[in-house]
């Protein structure tokens, strides 16, 4: 089984604060980790690795600075990673992101029966580079995937999320998955796992790498741009109140008659 | 899009205005000039005010609009299990229908299933002009790739300029696919639709948790966006007559390629944490399982469900299924009662979004006090079993 995860390089927003001034985020010196749901995904493609064989390949595009979350999946255990990068990749939306981890699978790991995504980035809160990659390949496509069920190398059967329960869905492979934060518990590194991944060389991928058509890729490939960005106003009504003799659950009472809860 | 941003470093004085401006951290300052990293700029235009010495320049390319007018007309996706249309479908329609009237054109909602012939006239009744509908027994369950065939060809024959899709875990599925299928982009979870004096679709939606906003446009036909289920109206009741417009489809059984093998409805408890009207998160504040038990008959008294913060989660307290914030759920009910909970940014990026927050907590510093309407500075401990009480 041949097993590619699909990650991204996110501000870890447990080290970011809010400015109470501006009410925007500080970033400065905020440290990049892999996204939350990615590890899910690594962890996962090590799962069924371990069961059924085989290789997990981790792709990552981004800036060159991705390599330290390329060399913490290294330290996980997978047993190739694959670096994007390229000045022309930038400015790229979802479709644009979609086309070139697409054409990087296509060419480097044309072979692959299973890719896993995590649910979404928390940076953007897309979700849709994993269908989008899925859609480039032509393959099937399960997302908010809570367990795998069963796997061989002809099927996968997956439990996935939906608002109202559960669904219980069977594919054929090769197929693509976008996982929760529920499905496993993440692994931490091995020191031997820590050590191979210090010396590992990255394998590095450009445009021209992956043979990218230059209007699909970057800014040039992507249909949605931001107009504009702005601090969404702060409530306008808020009303603090210190509990002494009862007062807070009288506020409460009367907040939820108001409201006509009660 | 081409669009180049620019420091004109003859009048750049290095003053950290813009750095400060810029939500992306896209901007440094080097040997004072402000330089741009081309990677984390999405060329916002948020730098170009701030500048006092007018040193920014950002050119954007007119988008080039001749194919546009050959797509006409609002789509909303109909969204539908065994017949009967999911919630979020009758507030596009609300919306669809406001935007639709400022851009003149007619609102359809199409409709993909084995029980749709019957849910057009319920639609008439709401505003919407057209029903475009396929009834097929194989499309019985939801099926990323048979759906997506279904929509591409009906857009390749009808031409929408909008297509909206609830943000739920179907429209969150086909919406993405459709777009890389079709080539063109989607925006993610809006929460604000507006059309804009180019007759162009404004999608806003909240970005790093909801602590900035960002106002999405497309430069390709059809737009589409998902659109976070419970944010817009539900349409009004109009006495009104539409068309009924069957799609022509070549699917087959083996455009089918997923298999639903099982549906299992999960009870109450579980349930609809992002489809409640009122939520009572649980934080750290709570201190044990035993403890949860007040905060579980609260929900129960007051009609909701339980939500919880991740610190709640981890310490294995209650389910990750409970869990809101940025790995667990994004919630927006009328009402979320926040108990012990802090307010990490994780935590506000799942919730923040509720029409009403009442937060009861210790500290008064706690950063959710900053998004409350209420905010009860207390002992979760004493004011629960008084409320549990009262009501």
Known sequence: ?262 | MSKQILILKDKCKGCNLCVKACSFGAISVVEKIAVIDAAKCSYCGACEPACKFKAIEIKVDDIDRSSFSAYKGLWVYGENRDGVLAEVVYELVGEGRKLADKLKVELSVVIIGDKTQNLADDLFSYGVDNVYYIENKLLKDYDTNSYTKILEEAIEAHKPEIVLFGATSEGRSVAPRLAARVKTGLTADCTALDITADGDLAQTRPAFGGNIMATILCRTRPQLSTVRPHVMQKAAKLAKKGKKIELKSTIVEKDVVTKVLEFIKETRENVNLTESDIIIGAGRGVGSEENLKLIHQLAEKLGGVVGASRACVDAGWIDHFHQVGQTGKTVHPKIYIACGISGAIQHLAGMSSSDIIIAINKDADAPIFNVADLGIVGDVFTIIPALLKSL
């Open chain 1, 1 to 262: 089984m041949n097993i590619v995860v699909c990650i991204k390089q996110v501000p870890d927003t447990n080290d970011v604060k809010i400015d109470p001034q501006t009410n925007t985020l500080i970033r400065s010196g905020v440290p990049s980790i892999i996204n939350p749901f990615d590890e899910n995904a690594i962890e996962e493609g090590l799962r069924i690795k371990e069961k059924l064989g085989g290789t997990v390949t981790v792709v990552s595009m981004g800036p060159p600075q991705v390599e330290s979350c390329l060399r913490d999946a290294l330290s996980l255990g997978v047993d190739d990673v694959i670096l994007v990068t390229d000045r022309a990749f930038a400015g790229a939306d979802t479709l644009a992101t979609s086309y070139t981890l697409g054409k990087t699978i296509e060419k480097y790991v044309s072979n692959c029966d299973l890719i896993i995504f995590g649910k979404q980035a928390i940076d953007g809160d897309t979700a849709q580079v994993g269908p989008g990659v899925a859609e480039y390949l032509g393959i099937p496509q399960m997302i908010y995937v809570t367990k795998v069920e069963e796997i061989t190398p002809e099927k996968i059967v997956v439990k996935r999320e939906l608002e109202e329960g559960y669904e219980i869905v069977e594919s054929k492979l090769p197929a693509a998955i976008t996982v929760l934060k529920g499905i496993n518990t993440v692994r931490f590194p091995s020191l031997k796992g820590k050590m191979k991944a210090k010396s590992a060389t990255i394998k590095i991928v450009t445009a021209k790498d992956i043979e990218a058509d230059e209007n699909r890729i970057g800014l040039k490939g992507s249909p949605t741009w931001v107009s504009k960005i702005f601090t969404p106003p702060v409530k306008g009504n808020r009303q603090i109140i210190k509990d002494e003799d009862g007062s807070g659950v009288k506020a409460i009472i009367s907040k939820l008659k108001e409201l006509q809860v009660i």
